[in-house]
C-alpha cells in the first residue's frame, strides 16, 4: 500500500449495507494534537447502520456524505502531531472514531475522552480483533450496569443477553456478584450458559418462565432489545429505579448510553479482558471487501458475539 493511499468503506447515499463501497482516498494526516492509528480489526455494532440507514437519523449524529461506516477499532499509532502526549509511534490502541473506523487509517484527537473520538492503550495479553469489539459495546454495558448496580444479593433479568452488548452485561453483573438470567432465542442457549448466565426463551409467556427459574424473585433487569424485557419486569415487581433500557425510551426507566458510561469504564474492561476474567467471544471476521456480508450478518440480530472487519 502506498502511502498517500489508502483504503476506507464509504457511503455515497444513506441506506442499508448494499450501499457500502471500499475506496481508494487520501490517506488522512494527523494534525496538531492528533494521532494516526493504522487500523488492523473494526468492530461492527447496530448503530454503525442505524445512524447511516437515513438522511434525518445521519444528521443527528452531525454526518453527511459521503460519509464512512463504523465506529470502534483498534491498531498501531503511526503518526503522531504537535503537542501530543502519551503516545508515540508503535503504540498499541484501540477506542472510537464515529462512522469512519473501516479504514486504513483513523486520525483521533488525543486528548480526545468521548466515545466517538478517542484512543486508549491497549493491554498486553488483549489482541487487536478484540480490542477492536470493546468500545461502544462495553461502554454501553457498563452504563446500564451503573443504573441497575447489581450485587451478590441480585437477580438480574437481562434482555437479549446473546447480543453485543449482552455478552459484556452478563459477565459484568456476574464479576459483581449477581445471579443472571438472560433472554435469547433457544440456539442461544448453550452460548448464553457459557457466558454465565441462565438462558429463559424470549417471547409470550416469559414472566411465567422467569418465575419458574427464580421463585425468589428478580430484583433487576435490563433490556437490551426493546421493551419486552421492561414489560415483564414490572410484572415481576421490579421497581423502574433498577430496570434500565438502552434501545428505547419508556416513562418511568432511565435508559442508559455509552455516551455516559463511568468514568474508566473502558479501561476497566480491558484490564478484565487482559486478566482472563472477560470473553470477547468474535462470532465472524471478515475482510474489508466484504464488508456488506458483514454488515448484513450484524443488522440480522441474530449474531451471537461481535463481528470484526479485518484490515
Known sequence: ?????????????????????????????????????RVTAAGLNP?????????????RFGLSLPAGFGTDYAGVVDQVGAGVTGFAPGDRVFGGALSRAVADFVVIDAAGGIAANEARHT???VDD???????IAGRTASAALAVVDPGPDDTVLIGGAAGGVGVFAVQLARIAGA??????????????????????????GLADRVRALAPG??????????????????ELG??????????TQIDGVKAANGANAPAGALEEIARLVAAGRLRVPVAASFPIERIRQAAELQA??????????DL
Open 123 to 125: 493491554p498486553d495479553g
Open 47 to 59: 448503530m454503525d447502520w442505524i445512524m447511516t440507514a437515513d438522511a434525518d437519523t445521519a444528521a
Open 238 to 247: 421490579v421497581p423502574d429505579g433498577r430496570i434500565c433500557t438502552i434501545a
Open 1 to 37: 500500500m502506498q502511502e498517500h493511499r489508502s483504503r476506507a468503506v464509504r457511503l455515497e447515499s444513506f441506506g442499508g449495507p448494499e450501499m457500502l463501497e471500499v475506496q481508494e482516498v487520501p490517506a488522512p494526516q494527523a494534525g496538531p494534537g492528533q494521532l494516526r492509528v
Open 217 to 234: 424473585g428478580v430484583t433487576a433487569a435490563i433490556d437490551l432489545h426493546g421493551t419486552e424485557t421492561v414489560h415483564t419486569a414490572r
Open 179 to 204: 445471579r443472571v438470567i438472560g433472554t435469547g432465542s433457544a440456539s442461544s442457549a448453550g452460548f448464553l450458559r457459557d457466558l454465565g448466565a441462565e438462558p429463559v426463551g424470549y417471547g409470550d
Open 129 to 135: 480483533r478484540t480490542a477492536a469489539a470493546l468500545s
Open 300 to 309: 440480522g440480530r441474530h449474531v451471537h458475539g461481535k463481528v470484526v472487519i
